[in-house]
């Protein structure tokens, strides 16, 4: 499993106005997030993301980032 998980965010808590075209890439701990599918993908900054990061807190609700990678690319990067 990889120490880190890589992706493109283009929002945070669903702000329209988190980054600007080029995204964020931020890394994670892959033992720390859950990653969601959404089923529609949402326009952020002229960008659809597709997948939503939610890291683990003991703070609730869990922080909720939208990134540009599918799940499945996401998960599948954090095999290697």
Known sequence: MANIITASIYSYQANPNFTDQY???????????????????????????????EVVSSAAPFPVYFAAESAADLINNSNY
Request: aromatic share 10%; glycine share 6%; proline share 6%.
């Open 23 to 53: 995204g964020i890439t931020m890394a994670f701990s892959p033992s720390k997030v859950i990653i969601r599918q959404l089923s529609t993908p949402i326009l952020f900054q002229g960008v659809y993301c597709q997948s939503t990061i």
